[in-house]
C-alpha cells in the first residue's frame, strides 16, 4: 500500500491550477452575501409568482401587482433602456455591439456576427459574403460567398480560422481571409471552435446533414471523433479548456469529453445552453410545464422559472450574470449566478437594437 | 502532507472572515489528496477534477455553517468519495443505456499507471473507496463507517474483500 502513498495522479498539477479561479469566484460571491439569508421565497412560490407575472403583465391594471411580485422575487421593474450591462465586456447581438456603460454601435448591414477568440474583432455575415471587422465597424477584409450563415472565429494568439456555413457546405478560412477552402456538407447549425489548444491542434466540431458531430483538425483533416448519427443538434458548444463538447438537441443534452466518450446525457426540452466561462458548469434553459426555466446542470435549485418563453441563454465573462433574451416581451433579463438572487430586466430592445437582435455573444 | 489541525483552524476561522490567503492556503493542503481520492475511485482525470472541484465549491458555499472544532480534512473527503461513488456508478449505468450514441468509452487504465493503481481499478467502486480512504487518507473503519453512512462490519468486509480481490490481480500481473 506504499505504491498508494506514493501515488501522484495524472493531471493533478494541472487540475488545481484550473479549479482554483472557479473556487476563488465562488468564495468572491460569498463575501458579497456573508451570510445565509432566509429566501424570499420557496421554489414553488416563485414559479407560481412567475406565473402569475407572464398571466397579468399582458393587462394594463396589473402593473402594480406584477411590480410587487417582481420585487418579492428579487426582479427590479423593468428598465425602459438598456443604461448599463451588469458586469464588464461587450455584448455582441445581431450586428451591434453594446458597451458595459450601456452605449451601442451598430456594425453594419450584417444578419450576424461573432467575437474573434480574444474579442478584439468582430466576423460578420450578410447573404453575399463574410467580413472581419474591427468593433468599431471598420472592415479588415471581406469574402463574398453564397448564403453565408453562422460564422464562428476560434484559434490562439498565432493562428485563427473561421468556420460558416455557405449553402449548406461547411467551409473555413484563415483570420486574414486566405486559404477558404470547403469542409463538407453540413447540418444548419453553428460549427464551434474548441479552445485552449495549440495552434497546430486547432480543432472544430460540426454537425452532419445526417445529425452526427464531426470533431476534426482543419489543419490536417484528422478526425477526432464522429457520433452515430441522430437528431440535428440545435446548438455545439466546447468549455473554455476544451475538454467538453456540448451537443444540444431539442430533447436532449449531451456531454462528450475531448476524445468523443459521452460523460453526460440529459433528457428534457432544452431550448438553449451555455458553458460558463473557465468552467464546465452548463447554464440552460428547459422547458418544464409552459415554464421556461433557467438552472445550472446538476444543481437542484432553478435560478430563474419565468412563465415567458425565454429564447437564449449568454454568461458574462466573468461568470456571474446570464443573459437572458426574451423576445416575446422585447426583454433582455441580467439574473445572477450564485449569491444573492438579483434579476434585473430591460425592454424596449428592438427599438434600441433596430430590431429583433439574437445575443451572439458577451466578451 | 496534511496540515496540522491548529493551522487549519486558523485557516477556516480567518477564510470564515474573507481572507483568500486562507482560502488558498485550505485549497493547497487539501487539494491533491481529494482529487488523488476521487481518481482512485473514478480512474478519469476529468471525473476526479469535477469531482474534487465541487467538494470545494460545496465546502464554500458552507463555510460559514462550518464548525470550527471539527477537522476540515474529513468533512472534504466525505464529500469527495461519496461523490466519486455516485459518479462511478452514474457511469456504468450511463455506459448500458447510451452506448449506441457514441464511441465507447476506454475500459483499462493507462498502462503507465502502477500496477496497484490498475488493479484498483478493477474493483466495484464501494470497494475501491475503502481502499482509498484507509489506505490514501488513512481513516480509520469507524471514521469511514461514519463518513459513508455504513456500518463499520461492512467497511470492514468491503476492505477484506477489495484487499483479497487486489492480492489476487497483483500475482496474476507477476
Known amino acids: 500500500m506504499r505504491e498508494l502513498e506514493r501515488f501522484r495522479a495524472p493531471g493533478e498539477e494541472q487540475a488545481a491550477e484550473r479549479v482554483w479561479p472557479v473556487v476563488t469566484s465562488a468564495f468572491a460571491e460569498r463575501e458579497r452575501a456573508p451570510r445565509p439569508r432566509r429566501r424570499l421565497v420557496r421554489p414553488a412560490l416563485a414559479l407560481a409568482a412567475v406565473a402569475a407575472i407572464g398571466a397579468v403583465a399582458l393587462t394594463p391594471p396589473g402593473r402594480a401587482v406584477v411590480t410587487s411580485v417582481r420585487r418579492a422575487i428579487g426582479i427590479v421593474p423593468v428598465q425602459r433602456a438598456l443604461f448599463s450591462l451588469p458586469a464588464r465586456g461587450n455584448v455582441l447581438a445581431g450586428a451591434w455591439v453594446v458597451h458595459a456603460d450601456g452605449s451601442t454601435r451598430r456594425l453594419g448591414d450584417y444578419r450576424e456576427a461573432a467575437w474573434s477568440p480574444f474579442g478584439r474583432f468582430v466576423v460578420a455575415a450578410r447573404a453575399d459574403g463574410l467580413a472581419a471587422l474591427e468593433p468599431n465597424g471598420r472592415v479588415r477584409w471581406t469574402l463574398a460567398r453564397p448564403e453565408v450563415r453562422f460564422p464562428r472565429w476560434g484559434g490562439g494568439r498565432t493562428d485563427t480560422r473561421i468556420a460558416y456555413l455557405s449553402g449548406p457546405t461547411l467551409r473555413v478560412v484563415a483570420g486574414d481571409g486566405t486559404g477558404d477552402r470547403a469542409v463538407g456538407p453540413a447540418a444548419p447549425v453553428a460549427p464551434a471552435w474548441r479552445g485552449a489548444v495549440s495552434a497546430g491542434a486547432l480543432a472544430l466540431a460540426y454537425a452532419d446533414p445526417r445529425g452526427r458531430i464531426r470533431v476534426f483538425v482543419p489543419a490536417t483533416g484528422r478526425t477526432i471523433f464522429r457520433t452515430r448519427p441522430g437528431p440535428t443538434p440545435t446548438l455545439l458548444a466546447w468549455s473554455d479548456d476544451g475538454s467538453r463538447l456540448l451537443v444540444l438537441d431539442p430533447t436532449r443534452l449531451r456531454l462528450f469529453d475531448a476524445q468523443g466518450r459521452l460523460v453526460a446525457a440529459v433528457r428534457g426540452h432544452f431550448v438553449d445552453a451555455a458553458f460558463l466561462p473557465r468552467s464546465r458548469r452548463v447554464a440552460l434553459i428547459r422547458t418544464d410545464d409552459g415554464l421556461s426555466v433557467v438552472s445550472v446542470l446538476g444543481s437542484r435549485q432553478p435560478l430563474f422559472p419565468s412563465a415567458g418563453r425565454l429564447a437564449q441563454v449568454v454568461p458574462s465573462p466573468d461568470g456571474r450574470w446570464l443573459l437572458l433574451t426574451w423576445p416575446d416581451a422585447d426583454e433582455w433579463l441580467f439574473v445572477r449566478v450564485g449569491g444573492s438572487a438579483r434579476v434585473r430586466a430591460v425592454g424596449n430592445i428592438s427599438e434600441q437594437l433596430g430590431g429583433r437582435a439574437p445575443v451572439e455573444g458577451w466578451r | ?174
Open chain 2, 1 to 174: 502532507m496534511a496540515p496540522s489541525g491548529r493551522d487549519e483552524r486558523a485557516w477556516v476561522r480567518a477564510a470564515q472572515a474573507g481572507s483568500h490567503s486562507a482560502l488558498e492556503a485550505l485549497y493547497r493542503a487539501h487539494w491533491a489528496r481529494a482529487y488523488r481520492a476521487a481518481y482512485l475511485v473514478v480512474h478519469d482525470a476529468a471525473g476526479a477534477e469535477d469531482i474534487a472541484q465541487e467538494a470545494f465549491l460545496a465546502a464554500v458555499r458552507a463555510l460559514d455553517r462550518f464548525d470550527r472544532r471539527r477537522p476540515f480534512g474529513p468533512w472534504l473527503h466525505r464529500i469527495v468519495v461519496n461523490r466519486a461513488i455516485d459518479w462511478a456508478r452514474a457511469r456504468s449505468l450511463r455506459a448500458e443505456v447510451e452506448a449506441d450514441e457514441s464511441l465507447p468509452a476506454a475500459a483499462d487504465p493507462p498502462a503507465e499507471l502502477p500496477a496497484l493503481v490498475r488493479a484498483l481499478a478493477a474493483l466495484p467502486p464501494e470497494q475501491r473507496a475503502v481502499i482509498v480512504l484507509r489506505h490514501l487518507l488513512e481513516y480509520t473503519p469507524g471514521e469511514i463507517a461514519a463518513m459513508l453512512g455504513l456500518p463499520r462490519g461492512t467497511v470492514n468486509s468491503r476492505l477484506r474483500r477489495g484487499l483479497d480481490a487486489l492480492a489476487e490481480r497483483m500475482e496474476e500481473e507477476r
